[in-house]
Each structure stands twice: as C-alpha cells, then as structure tokens.
C-alpha cells in the first residue's frame, strides 16, 4: 500500500475504538476525572491518574486538558509520568468528541526535564539495552493537534516535550533551555534536532552547549513560542485557540498537521509533492465540499469529518 493510500486509510477506517469523554465536574481541574471507555478499560471505570490531571473545556466540550500534576519534582518526567502521557494522548486521539488537546504544567513549572534522580545511577547497557526515553517520541506521533502552553520552567525535556506539540504558547515568567550539558550529558528526546529547525543553529548552539536558559519573550523573538500572555490568562488563551481549530474539519486538520510537518522531514519539492498529493486528498472528502459551499452560500459550514 502506498504511503498515501495508508495515511488515508488511517483516516478513514479509524474503528470502534472510540473512548467517550464523560466528566463529573467538567469544569474542575483538581476534581479531575475523565472516563476514557478505552481499549485499556471496561465499561465506564473511573480513571484516575498519579501524574496528570486531565478535563475537558470549551463550549462544545471539545477540547482536552492534560496538565502534567508532579509538582514537589516541577514535573519532571518521571518514567511514570511518561508512560501515562503517552496512554492519555493516544485515548485522546482516539476520542471523536475531542477536536484539540492543550497540555499544560503548573505556574511554576511546565517541566524541568527528565527526572535526573531517575537516571543517576543508569548505565550504558542498561539504557541502550532498554531503549531508554524511546517511548517518548509516542507525543510527536499524535494525529491530532497538540497546544503546549508553559508557564514556568521548560528544561531539557520539558523543552523537548513542548516542542513535541504543534504550537507553543508561552506565560510571561516562561523560561526555556536545554540544560543538559551542565549536568554532563545532552538532549536525548529532540533537543538537537529539533531546536535548530525553531531557532536556527546559532542560537540552538549557545543554548544547547551553555545550558543557558532564555525567557519567554526571547523565546517569542526567535520564533520558538508563537504567542506570550500573562500567566494567569495562558490557558484560557490557549483553549481558544484549540477551539478555533476544533471548529474545523477534523479530517482536514490532521492532513493540514501532516503537511506541515513534513517540512521538517523532507525536501522542498518532496514537501511540495506531497502537500500537493495531500490537498487533492481533501477533493475527496464531504467536508471540502461542505466548506466551499458554505462560503458561496454564504453560511457556516457544517463539518462531518467525512
Ligand atoms: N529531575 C528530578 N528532580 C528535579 C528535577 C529534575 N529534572 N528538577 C527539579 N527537581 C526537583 C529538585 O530535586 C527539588 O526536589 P527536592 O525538593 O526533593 O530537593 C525540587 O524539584 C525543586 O527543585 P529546586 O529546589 O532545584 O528548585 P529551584 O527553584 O531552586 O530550581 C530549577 C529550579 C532551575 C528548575 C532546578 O531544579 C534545575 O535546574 N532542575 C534541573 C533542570 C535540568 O537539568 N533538566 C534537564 C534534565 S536532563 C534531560 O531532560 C534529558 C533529556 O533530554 C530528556
């Protein structure tokens, strides 16, 4: 099967898996319990997780907010912690209620990075053997959209991780780095791959070999973060614009997600060939019809995700 035949597949045959997101008190973080009838659960069994807090906001209860809640350790990525991410988002992706996810931290602290403690006494065969951090990279693979909005510190992996998602929102007080270098080892999860193509490699040089850390509005001048607001407004903003994008077609925002990272896989005429394959794709989808017919007639459109 082609590459494309297969991405469509994808798309389209998405089964009966579906996890339907029901909430006790949907408006309240800290009373957070969102049922997921996932695969991994049976029937409506409440889950309850030991690193995240995870609700769902927006007028149609569209969007989810995953807040990572390991607050005595500034959420460091504890294995755990990992492992639970990874399971919630790929629910969530699962989930045809939710359109867009934000994730979050705490004011103080998006992540200060892997949990060193964690780590200290690791050896060679033992992260080589045990492909140590491999099962982060499930977050890059998320179909749907991913909003990062930090507040606090985002450290070595929690810089990585917010440059996993697909937009990065910054609170005033943010700071980002990739400290690694100061404790005697590099970036593991992206770091150096992925912040040069942010920042370019002057900047991703001084960051990466000085462990400096920069501040949120330095991170918007070079085009790390798209958008910087007050701490206190950070994810109000964000889940508007996980809203907006929720409002779209969800077919068309995945394939519109995949173009755009494409770019940071391939060259500019693979890119633009396969962007071009991609929006010929949507000719085949109800919703491109919807949308087009709904600007001629002047109306909102109604989108399916057909
Ligand atoms: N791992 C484990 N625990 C951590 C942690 C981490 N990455 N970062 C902070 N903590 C813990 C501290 O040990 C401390 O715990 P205790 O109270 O039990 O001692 C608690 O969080 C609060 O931290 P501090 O007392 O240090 O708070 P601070 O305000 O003085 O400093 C900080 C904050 C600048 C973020 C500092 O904690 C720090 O430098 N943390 C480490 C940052 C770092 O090096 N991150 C990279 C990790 S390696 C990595 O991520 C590899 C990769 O690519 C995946």
């Known amino acids: 099967m082609s590459f494309l035949a297969r991405t469509l597949s994808q798309f389209i045959t998405r089964s009966g898996t579906t996890a339907s ?11 957070l319990a969102l049922r997921l009838s996932s695969t991994q ?9 030991d690193y995240l807090l995870v609700d769902v906001k927006g007028k149609d209860s569209n969007i989810a907010l995953v807040q990572l809640n390991r607050p005595k350790a500034l959420n ?5 912690l990992m492992k639970e991410l990874s399971s919630v988002l790929e629910s969530l992706d699962r989930d045809e209620k939710i359109g867009c996810i934000v994730l979050t931290g705490s004011t103080r602290a998006f992540a200060a990075g892997a949990d060193i403690r964690e780590m200290q006494n690791n050896t060679l065969p033992q992260v080589v053997g045990g492909g140590f951090l491999d099962q982060w990279s499930a977050v890059s693979k998320i179909k749907k959209p991913i909003i990062a909005a930090v507040n606090g510190f985002a450290l070595g992996g929690g810089c990585e991780l917010s440059m996993m998602c697909d937009i990065i929102y910054a609170g005033e007080e943010a700071e980002f780095g990739q400290p690694e270098i100061i404790i005697g080892t590099i970036p593991g999860a992206g770091g150096t791959q992925r912040l040069p193509r942010y920042v370019g490699k002057s900047k991703a040089m001084e960051m990466v070999l000085t462990g400096n850390r920069i501040k949120a509005k330095e991170a918007y001048q070079i085009g790390l973060v798209s958008a910087v607001f007050p701490a206190n407004q950070l994810v109000d ?18 394939l ?14 693979e890119g633009n060939r396969f962007e071009k394959r991609l929006f010929h794709t949507t000719f085949g989808l109800a919703d491109r019809k919807e949308g087009m017919t709904a600007f001629v007639e002047k109306r909102k459109p109604n989108f399916t995700g057909q």
């Open 41 to 49: 659960q049976s029937g409506n069994e409440q889950k309850k997780y």
């Open 21 to 31: 997101t029901l909430l006790t008190k949907p408006h309240n973080v800290s009373a």
């Open 256 to 269: 519109a997600k995949e173009a755009v990272n494409a770019a940071f896989e391939t060259t500019l005429a």
């Open 237 to 254: 903003e964000a889940i508007k614009t996980a809203e907006k994008i929720a409002s779209h077609s969800r077919i068309v925002v995945q």
């Open 76 to 80: 460091a990525l504890c294995d755990g």
